[in-house]
């Protein structure tokens, strides 16, 4: 009987991790200034950025403000909801 010999092969492959999305939404309550300091405050955005998105969070009813790891991510929809902003973290696709 012949000597058979089993090769295993094992495949790790290594990817960054998916981005994680924070998302603010629109709401009724804040105004469309607070939402563009808020934004500026967090994340250090320039006014004119901030204001784009905070239009796209007025005009389409979310924006996608930020994203990255899910820790740092997650400090943000903290801070934000901490400010009273709409948000809500997902991850990319």
Same mark, same amino acid.
Request: glycine content about 4%.
């Given at each position: 009987?012949?000597? +058979?010999?089993?090769? +295993?092969?094992?495949? +790790? %492959? ?5 981005? $994680?999305?924070?998302? !603010?939404?629109?709401?009724? !309550?804040?105004?469309? /200034?607070?939402?563009?300091? !808020?934004?500026? @405050?967090?994340?250090?955005?320039? *006014?004119?950025? /901030?204001? @784009? ?5 007025? &005009? &389409?009813?979310?924006?996608?403000? $930020? %994203?990255? *790891?899910?820790? @740092?991510? =997650?400090?943000? !929809?903290? #801070?934000?909801?901490?400010? &009273?902003? @709409?948000?809500?973290?997902? #991850? /990319? =696709?």
């Amino acid at each position: 009987m012949p000597d +058979t010999t089993t090769l +295993t092969e094992t495949k +790790t %492959s290594v990817s960054p991790q998916t981005p $994680w999305n924070v998302i !603010v939404h629109d709401d009724p !309550v804040n105004l469309m /200034a607070y939402v563009t300091y !808020v934004l500026m @405050k967090i994340f250090g955005y320039n *006014e004119n950025f /901030a204001t @784009k998105l905070m239009l796209q969070v007025h &005009q &389409q009813g979310l924006s996608i403000v $930020w %994203s990255g *790891e899910l820790e @740092k991510a =997650e400090f943000y !929809v903290q #801070q934000l909801q901490f400010h &009273q902003l @709409k948000t809500s973290l997902e #991850q /990319a =696709e």
